[in-house]
């Protein structure tokens, strides 16, 4: 049971906009703590996609974009792309437990 | 550009002790936490813990008592070891590391390739 909650899976198809939601609570993500979004290919370690709630390190597609609202985040991905199939975690720190917590993550299908 | 390189034995029996190594490339070792996860089917990915460059630590309590991680600065090089280890312990580890300046907003940027680390009698 992770302390982050995702949906298993989600799906689109080619060109549609699917949006993966992260669910915490207020020691982690409702505490102001930044949200982090990987995305993990398989076989592949994780990439850093989005940091500090919606912002993009260099090269990551302007479709992909973070946001967050009280205790939860959203990843939302716009033009989908056979290439976007793959896991996506969130993650965040968590006062409680002193520590970096992720959620289950969730399958993107495309 | 910055690569963090991992290596490391991937079978062990049970109660053995689980040892990694992690070096860094291309970048300063110094202004970031060093940080060592791992994930498993079960339960997903998991922070283990992590060091600063000075050597200061921080371990997920339910691994505290097992867990060790130290660093080598001369050498751009940070260790894992999780003694007495159980089937539960069988996982891919992952180093990686975090802005210490923006700790909580930076992201973990940089990933090594991962090792699989298997428990079994």
């Known amino acids: 049971q992770s302390v982050l909650t995702q949906p298993p899976s989600v799906s689109g198809a080619p060109g549609q906009t699917v949006t993966i939601s992260c669910t915490g609570s207020?020691?982690?993500?409702?505490?102001?703590?930044?949200v982090n979004w990987y995305q993990q290919l398989l076989g592949t370690a994780p990439k850093l996609l989005i940091y500090?709630?919606?912002n993009r390190p260099s090269g990551v597609p302007d479709r992909l974009s973070g946001s967050k609202s009280g205790t939860s985040a959203s990843l939302a991905i716009t033009g989908l792309q056979a290439e976007d199939e793959a896991d996506y975690y969130c993650q965040s720190y968590d006062s409680r437990l002193s520590g970096w917590v992720f959620g289950g993550g969730t399958k993107l299908t495309v | 550009q910055v690569q963090l390189q991992q290596w490391g034995a991937g079978l062990l029996k049970p109660s053995e002790t689980l040892s990694l190594n992690c070096a860094m490339y291309?970048?300063?070792?110094?202004?970031?936490?060093w940080i060592w996860i791992r994930q498993t089917p079960g339960k997903g990915l998991e922070w283990i813990g992590e060091i600063t460059h000075s050597g200061s630590t921080n371990y997920k309590s339910s691994l505290r008592s097992r867990v060790t991680i130290s660093v080598d600065p001369s050498k751009n090089q940070f260790s894992l070891k999780l003694r007495s280890v159980t089937d539960a312990d069988t996982a891919i580890y992952y180093c990686t590391r975090n802005s210490a300046a923006d700790y909580y907003f930076s992201g973990m940027d940089v990933w090594g390739q991962g090792t699989t680390v298997t428990v079994s009698s």
């Open positions: 500090g709630n919606s």
């Open positions: 207020s020691s982690n993500i409702g505490a102001a703590y930044g």
């Open positions: 291309g970048g300063s070792f110094s202004g970031f936490h």
